[in-house]
T-cell receptor, first 112, second 121 residues
Framework: LAKTTQPISMDSYEGQEVNITCSHN???????ITWYQQFPSQGPRFIIQ???TKVTNEVASLFIPADRKSSTLSLPRVSLSDTAVYYC?????????????FGGGTRVLVKP | GAVVSQHPSWVICKSGTSVKIECRSL??????MFWYRQFPKQSLMLMAT?????????EQGVEKDKFLINHASLTLSTLTVTSAHPEDSSFYIC?????????????????FGQGTRLTVV
């Protein structure tokens, strides 16, 4: 499984855009990039997944450059309720038996 | 999305007793489920893979005789922490991938239970 590196923490203010970059230099051809969000005392929740270029859903956007060695999760206009830990995972779900290996995550604090 | 339910949400037990945690997939069948443990301010650590109808697969360093896993049906996996001690106090989380209709080789989205806070006193 590809190792991921992301900032330990980030602070932001309500209404701002938050961008979290994840490095995954040894990503493999079949690997997908998936982001999960975890609130305190809750299980993680799937946010977004992508393979290349840009993916957007109602919650976030995921930007993946051509070399796929990094990815950026973009949260538009955050609110206090977006305070959470965000995890970047890289892997080929099928090949890994659908196991998910979590790295350290990025603790995002949204201030009023 | 699919729903995974965990029970109980929290439990306090005395040292030396055993505690059972249930993980149910409510609207899909899960031949495989995963159990994680999370200590405060730390990331999730995979403990074991629960396989329906067969033995669980444990990650290195996880004692299989202490953390008993049973996956007797396609919608239920249980984790029993036997002879619990204060150092077993943690947040236990289960997950299941919803494999139905997924594109081959696409990284499967996983659905997580709400977690169980275990405190051993």
């Amino acid at each position: 499984l590809a190792k991921t590196t992301q900032p330990i923490s980030m602070d932001s203010y309500e209404g701002q855009e938050v961008n979290i970059t994840c490095s995954h230099n040894n990503i493999a051809t079949n690997d997908y990039i998936t982001w999960y969000q975890q609130f305190p005392s809750q299980g993680p929740r799937f946010i977004i997944q992508g393979y290349k270029t840009k993916v957007t859903n109602e919650v976030a956007s995921l930007f993946i450059p051509a070399d796929r060695k990094s990815s950026t999760l973009s949260l538009p206009r955050v609110s206090l309720s977006d305070t959470a830990v965000y995890y970047c995972l890289v892997g080929d779900g099928q090949a890994a038996g659908n196991k998910l290996t979590f790295g350290g995550g990025t603790r995002v604090l949204v201030k009023p | 999305g699919a729903v995974v339910s965990q029970h109980p949400s929290w439990v306090i037990c005395k040292s030396g007793t055993s505690v059972k945690i249930e993980c149910r997939s409510l609207d899909f069948q899960a031949t495989t489920m995963f159990w994680y443990r999370q200590f405060p301010k730390q990331s999730l650590m995979l403990m074991a893979t629960s396989n329906e109808g067969s033995k669980a697969t444990y990650e290195q360093g996880v004692e299989k005789d202490k953390f008993l896993i049973n996956h007797a049906s396609l919608t239920l996996s249980t984790l029993t922490v036997t002879s619990a001690h204060p150092e077993d106090s943690s947040f236990y989380i289960c997950s299941a991938p919803d494999l139905q209709g997924k594109i081959l080789h696409k990284n499967t989205e996983a659905f997580f239970g709400q977690g169980t806070r275990l405190t051993v006193v």
